[in-house]
């Protein structure tokens, strides 16, 4: 069997994967495509949950999503940075996963590690392919990079959603894997709920949003740099009334 990923997410800290792409990624291993994750940080400046306790609980949540792998990047949490040490190591990780399609996170943010997260995926994606970089494995380059944009608030229109509906209520469960983070908690980063409201019913808001964009319970939106291309005019899903 080949060890190539079909699909990766490329994130900052464990736990982003599963906000911003998780139920895409479960609705990807039941397709049985090989999905994976590669955490940049191990969350370690995190102000709730230790190392371990994040650890363990990435573990839990990636048996949840089916994901092939999970890899850890062992970049500084709080101080990631997109410079050529970053971009070296994570396009050695890329040149061993080899994913055909990447997930980034979106390149602006409240969080600076997102922002550079984002940046430093797409870098180290194209240095991975260059054949003089001074890299061990062979060249490769992922096909395929999406932005995902959940939770983004001045993000433009997505290029398309994918829809979770069946996979919703995992989702959730991968999510609230990470207690030490989740637990109890009616705010995180920049998933804002409004006015106090359960974390859980707030995440589901915002999947029903994403959903409602395609005509779908719950979905989860993307963008990418390139037009989507079609077939022909006839049958394009989403109808317009
Ligand atoms: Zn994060």
Known sequence: MSETLHLLA?????????????GSLIRAAQARHRTGILDLSAGEAGSSGDRETRMLEAERAAEILGVAVRR???????????DMAARYKVAGVLRELRPDTVVLMWPQGRHPDHRAASRLGHDAAFIAGLSRAPLAGEP????????AMSYREHA???????????????????????????????????????????????????????GGLIRVEYGEPFWTREAMAAGGLVGLPVASF
């Open 156 to 210: 433009r229109k997505p290029t398309f959603v994918v829809d979770i509906s069946e996979q919703m209520e995992r989702k959730l469960e991968a999510i609230f894997a990470y207690r030490s983070q989740f637990e109890g908690r009616t705010a995180m980063g920049e998933v804002y709920p409004g006015g106090g409201r359960d974390l859980r019913e707030q995440i589901r808001i915002h999947s029903a949003y994403y």
């Open 72 to 82: 850890n990047a062992g970049l500084p949490d709080g101080a990631l940075r997109n």
């Open 140 to 147: 490769f380059r992922p096909r395929k990079i999406v932005y």
């Open 10 to 22: 490329l994130v900052a800290h464990p736990d982003d994967a599963e906000l911003i792409c998780g």
